[in-house]
């Protein structure tokens, strides 16, 4: 249907939050809306907020002291086509008691996940069902206890938690993309070292957006890959630049038609009025594919340090990974038909299951290919601004860890490997560590630690440390 040209009269929301506190806020609008937020005196900037099945959509504001009030604007279009418009006024008040309770009372509850459905922990002999029985009954496929500890205890947290499965709907996020690498590699030198074992910098080679990990050349097909972080909490500093972001992924494939790949992005918006600086911040999941817009989970909430796992495998519509020689090794087989993303948060209780092709798409005129499984990464990223196709600031996260890192290569079967400490090169692949490194000044940007991983004592844990915006 056709939008609605005329929108209903602006409906008023008064908010008070305490200054210097980032506050979440949640407006009631209609279910499945896409809304944006802006401020009249930003033109080129507004921040898509995707409304749940229950019509509910959240940002975090933070005020500052001693600031006078501010109004925002959310303009909502619903499925049916209607217009909603929203002014938000907010003030900051040092005197609010957040000890007896909501200081919005009318705010729409912020607990996610009553619209999904409740899968309990599992039962009995956790051993007793096969994958494919876990994956129909809403659990993820077991690791083997034996030759993967670290990676079947990873899989007990998750079976022994319950979790709201959310209904996997996705929402498109045109005009920017968490997938484009805007430099090839360059050497550069290690400055801020740590002694090993307890730690080690890693500065194989310099791109302009990634940070991180960066495996290739495997000897069969990556087909999987795993980890946990928290989500990074982004505030702005004295010379914030007006919006900032920050976003945590894992992802198999990087080219520009060949990408499966999900994590979280966390954004920072700065409006400076009145003498003062406000900043609103939202935090939200995403699965992207190449060349198609990353797709927001609006049904899978998520606060600054939430906890949060992804993982991503490809195998057939019952989850099921089949190699080709005695179904161990050997290679991938025509059966593996999809990209599975098995998305938890861990924080909030919510899981999301999703599938995509291997098999080439066409959507909106875009086409992609097949999946190849020729990369593998363990990235934090600035993403890019496609209408202008120039990467964002990097939003100032302090730190932030990556935790649990494996992935696969077909030609082993489902053994799983670890990332390994130094960036050496493993002997299945081509491992490269990355800083983000400006390449218009130069200026290093973040820098990537290899840690001993505390969950498992043989694997290594990326650190990354905020330095620059750009």
């Known amino acids: 249907m056709a939008p609605n040209s005329s929108a209903e009269k602006a409906k008023r929301i008064e908010h008070i939050v305490v200054p210097e506190v980032e506050t979440l806020i949640s407006i009631q609008t209609a279910p499945n809306a896409v809304c944006f937020l802006r401020h009249e005196t930003e033109k080129d900037r507004r921040l898509q907020l995707d409304a749940d099945d229950q019509g509910v959509v959240r940002f975090h504001v933070r005020a500052p002291n001693g600031s006078k009030p501010i109004e925002v604007h959310l303009d909502c279009l619903g499925e049916d086509g209607k217009k909603t418009h929203y002014v938000i006024a907010i003030r900051g008040d040092a005197n609010a008691d957040i000890k007896q309770g909501p200081l919005n009372p009318e705010q729409p509850e912020a607990a996610p996940g009553s619209h999904g459905t409740v899968r309990p922990p599992l039962s009995g002999d956790y051993l007793a069902l096969s994958n494919k029985e876990l994956v129909a009954r809403g659990y993820p496929p077991r690791p083997d206890p034996v030759t993967a500890p ?228 363990f990235i934090i990223e600035r993403p890019t601004d496609l209408d202008n196709n120039v990467p964002y600031p990097l939003a100032p996260f302090g730190f932030t860890i990556m935790q649990g890192c494996y992935y696969g290569d077909s030609e082993y079967g489902d053994q799983q490997w670890r990332l390994s400490a130094n960036g050496s090169t493993p002997w299945d692949c081509t491992l490269t560590y990355l800083n983000m490194v400006n390449s218009s000044d130069n200026n290093l940007l973040a820098v990537p630690f290899s840690v001993p991983d505390p969950i498992d004592p043989y694997d290594y844990e990326i650190l990354w440390l905020w330095v620059n915006y750009s």
């Open 150 to 377: 670290a990676r079947y205890a990873r899989w007990r947290r998750k079976v022994a938690t319950p979790f709201t499965l959310v209904k996997p709907r996705m929402t498109p996020h045109p005009g920017v993309s968490f997938s484009r690498p805007q430099l090839p590699p360059q050497l550069f030198s290690p400055t801020l070292p740590l002694p090993p074992p307890v730690a080690r910098s890693i500065f194989n080679q310099n791109w302009d957006t990634w940070s991180g990990a960066y495996l290739t050349k495997p000897t069969g097909q990556f087909f999987s890959i795993q980890a946990d972080w928290k989500v990074p909490g982004v505030f702005p500093q004295s010379d914030s630049p007006p919006y900032s972001a920050v976003a945590e992924w894992i992802g198999l494939d990087s080219s520009s038609t060949d990408l499966y790949q999900s994590g979280s992005d966390s954004e920072c918006w700065v409006i400076s009025i009145f003498g003062s600086t406000w900043t609103f911040t939202n935090y939200w999941m995403w699965i992207e594919t190449l060349p198609f817009d990353p797709w927001g989970l609006p049904n899978f909430p998520v606060s600054p340090g939430d906890s949060v796992s992804v993982d991503i495998f490809v195998a057939d519509e019952n989850g099921m990974t089949w190699f080709q020689n005695d179904n161990t090794n050997g290679g991938l087989t025509p059966a593996d038909n999809g990209v599975w993303f098995m998305i938890y948060n861990y924080t909030k209780g919510l899981s999301f299951w999703g599938t995509l092709p291997t098999a080439p798409q066409s959507i909106d005129g875009k086409q992609s290919t097949w999946f190849t499984g020729s990369t593998a990464e």
